[in-house]
C-alpha cells in the first residue's frame, strides 16, 4: 500500500520567498508473518532451556554467566511450575528428564525446626514453593519419581510440624521468620502455597490428614488476609502478640492467583462448590479491580 505525507517547508530570507510544498510516497513496511501463542510459547520455552536452565538439575538466576544456579524458593521454583505447565497443557515429552533432574537437586529439609540455639531455620513461605515445585515433578513423572515426593512431603512438615511460626496472637496463620524475628510480619505467601501443597499431597497420597490441613489453613487465610471490603486478599498481616493487623489493599498477583488456584484444587478434591464460588470471586475481583 502506498501512503502520501505532505511536509511543507517555509523558506526565508526574501520577501517574495514561497513556500514550498512537497509530496513523498512511503511504502508502507511488509507485515511479519503472524505471532501465534503457540509460536511465542515455544520461543520462551527455548529461552528457559538455553539462557536459565544449567542441564544439570539447577536454574541460573539471571543470564550473565557468572550468576549462580539455585533449586529453591519461588524465584527459581517458578520456573518449574513453568516446565511443568508446557507439560500439562501439550505433553512435551522432554520435559520429564528435565523434572528428575531438578528433582534429584531439590532441597531436601530436616526434620521440624524448634528453634534450637545454634541451629538455622529457614523462613517459613521458601519449603512450601519448594514443595508444590517437588510434587509437580513428581506428577510428571507419572508418580515413579519417590524422591520427589518424599522431599516434597519433608518441605511441607518442615513448617506444618515446627512449633516456632504457629504464635502470636493469631497461630492459625504463621509468621514468615521464625518466632516473627524482627518484623513480626506473616505473609500470605505462606498460607497459600501451604494450602495449594497440602491439596496436592492429598491428591498424590490420599491421605486424609492434608486434606484437612488444607480446609484449615484455607479458612485461617480468609479470616486474617481477606479484604473485608471485597474479594481480594491482602498479603501482609502483623502479629505483634495482642493483635493481628492487615496491612491493607496490597494485593500481590502471587498470592490472589494462589488463593484462585487453592480454591478450584479445593473444590475438586473436597467436591465442595464453596470452594469454587469464592475462588470464581476473587478472579472476577482480580479482573474488575487489578487488571
Known amino acids: ?28 513496511p511488509q507485515s511479519s ?56 497443557l501439550i505433553g512435551d515429552p522432554t520435559i520429564g528428564s528435565i523434572m528428575n533432574a531438578l528433582a534429584s537437586s531439590s532441597p531436601a529439609y530436616p526434620p521440624p525446626c524448634q528453634g534450637l540455639l545454634g541451629v538455622t531455620c529457614t523462613w517459613s513461605d521458601a519449603p512450601n514453593w519448594d514443595a508444590v515445585a517437588e510434587l509437580r515433578e513428581y506428577e510428571v513423572s507419572g508418580g515413579t519419581n519417590t524422591t520427589a515426593l518424599t522431599r516434597a512431603q519433608a518441605a511441607f512438615n518442615t513448617v506444618e510440624g515446627s512449633n516456632i511460626y504457629a504464635l502470636g496472637a493469631c497461630p492459625a496463620i504463621r509468621y514468615q521468620q521464625p518466632f516473627g524475628y524482627l518484623d513480626r510480619l506473616k505473609t500470605l505467601e505462606t498460607e497459600a502455597t501451604a494450602i495449594k501443597a ?72 473436597a467436591n465442595a462448590p464453596t470452594y469454587r464460588a469464592q475462588a470464581l470471586a476473587t478472579a472476577n475481583a482480580v479482573d474488575a479491580y487489578l487488571s
Open 1 to 28: 500500500a502506498l501512503c502520501a505525507v505532505a511536509a511543507v517547508a517555509g523558506v526565508s530570507g526574501s520577501s517574495t520567498a514561497a513556500a514550498t510544498r512537497t509530496t513523498v510516497f512511503l511504502r508502507s
Open 198 to 269: 497440602a491439596t496436592l499431597l492429598y491428591r498424590y497420597t490420599r491421605n486424609s490428614a492434608y486434606l484437612n490441613i488444607a480446609k484449615t489453613r484455607y479458612a485461617a487465610a480468609r479470616k486474617y488476609f481477606l479484604d473485608p471490603a471485597g474479594s481480594l486478599y491482602t498479603v501482609f498481616v502483623f502479629d505483634d502478640g495482642k493483635n493481628c493487623v492487615q496491612d491493607p489493599h496490597r494485593y500481590f498477583a502471587s498470592v490472589n492467583g494462589e488463593m484462585i488456584s487453592a480454591g478450584l484444587a479445593l473444590a475438586a478434591e
Open 33 to 88: 508473518p503472524a505471532q501465534t501463542f503457540r509460536g511465542l510459547a515455544d520461543q520462551a520455552y527455548a529461552t528457559l532451556l538455553t539462557q536459565f536452565y544449567d542441564g544439570s538439575g539447577g536454574w541460573r538466576e539471571c543470564t550473565d554467566p557468572a550468576c549462580g544456579t539455585a533449586n529453591r524458593d519461588w524465584g527459581v521454583d517458578s520456573l518449574t511450575y513453568t516446565l511443568y505447565l508446557r507439560w500439562k
